[in-house]
């Protein structure tokens, strides 16, 4: 019997510190986490207002992140899915596929209620880094932990300071728990950033 693939095997209980730590910023730092927040924070900058801000970036979160990651927690909970992570790359195409549609009417609400320009153009960075995502996913176990990472520390420093690509060491730590966790490899987590930076933060900087 030969051995799982580390690209393609359950999460596994974390029994050393390195372990422990790896897990802890998987969780911490998952793109279910970073995909909620980041619309926040830019409704807020866009808009110069707290509430206004938390109530578009809320909207925002709720098709782009939100929605879709609760239909990934269902399948789990279902057992059609390995783990809310989606750790099967065979498995990650439909989730994918489907949370982009919800992107994508979470998109057309934002256009239709004239949301403010910064976060309709995260919204439309989000869906065509998560479209190239899926394509690639498809094919090969890209990391969308690093990818999400990647593309929260681009629009921060676009948006807030250029000091925030300091924000990097975030994504390195990111990138480091899915190898740590076997759950990656370093050429995926690599690639995931990789896109992470070249269509969610190079769309970002394009359109807001």
Same mark, same amino acid.
């Given at each position: 019997?030969?051995?799982?693939?580390?690209?393609?095997?359950?999460?596994?209980?974390?029994?050393?510190?390195?372990?422990?730590?790896?897990?802890?910023?998987?969780?911490?730092?998952?793109?279910?986490?970073?995909?909620?927040?980041?619309?926040?924070?830019?409704?807020?900058?866009?808009?110069?207002?707290?509430?206004?801000?938390? $109530?578009?970036?809320?909207?925002?979160?709720?098709?782009?992140?939100?929605?879709?990651?609760?239909?990934?927690?269902?399948?789990?909970?279902?057992?059609?899915?390995?783990?809310? %992570?989606?750790?099967?790359?065979?498995?990650?195409?439909?989730?994918? #596929?489907?949370?982009?549609?919800?992107?994508?009417?979470?998109?057309?609400?934002?256009?239709?209620? %004239?949301?403010?320009?910064?976060?309709? $153009?995260?919204?439309?960075? %989000?869906?065509?880094?998560?479209?190239?995502?899926?394509?690639?996913?498809?094919?090969?176990?890209?990391?969308?932990?690093?990818?999400? $990472? #990647?593309?929260?520390?681009?629009?921060?420093?676009? #948006?807030?300071?250029?000091?925030?690509?300091?924000?990097?060491?975030?994504?390195?730590?990111? #990138?480091?728990?899915?190898?740590?966790?076997?759950?990656?490899?370093?050429?995926?987590?690599?690639?995931?950033?990789?896109?992470?930076?070249?269509?969610?933060?190079?769309?970002?900087?394009?359109?807001?």
């Amino acid at each position: 019997m030969t051995a799982p693939s580390d690209t393609d095997r359950p999460e596994a209980r974390p029994k050393t510190f390195p372990d422990r730590l790896a897990r802890l910023l998987t969780e911490v730092f998952a793109p279910a986490v970073l995909a909620s927040l980041l619309p926040l924070v830019i409704g807020v900058h866009a808009t110069g207002s707290a509430p206004r801000g938390l $109530a578009w970036g809320l909207l925002a979160s709720l098709f782009s992140a939100i929605l879709p990651y609760s239909l990934i927690w269902y399948g789990v909970r279902q057992g059609r899915l390995s783990d809310r %992570h989606i750790g099967r790359r065979e498995q990650r195409t439909k989730p994918l #596929a489907v949370g982009l549609v919800l992107v994508l009417v979470g998109l057309g609400l934002l256009l239709v209620l %004239h949301a403010p320009r910064e976060l309709v $153009a995260l919204v439309v960075a %989000h869906f065509l880094g998560g479209l190239v995502a899926t394509v690639v996913n498809h094919f090969w176990k890209l990391s969308v932990h690093a990818a999400v $990472a #990647a593309a929260t520390m681009a629009v921060l420093a676009l #948006a807030l300071c250029p000091a925030l690509l300091g924000t990097a060491v975030m994504v390195a730590a990111v #990138a480091w728990s899915r190898v740590r966790l076997r759950d990656h490899t370093t050429p995926q987590v690599i690639a995931g950033a990789v896109v992470g930076l070249l269509t969610t933060g190079l769309v970002f900087a394009l359109l807001r």
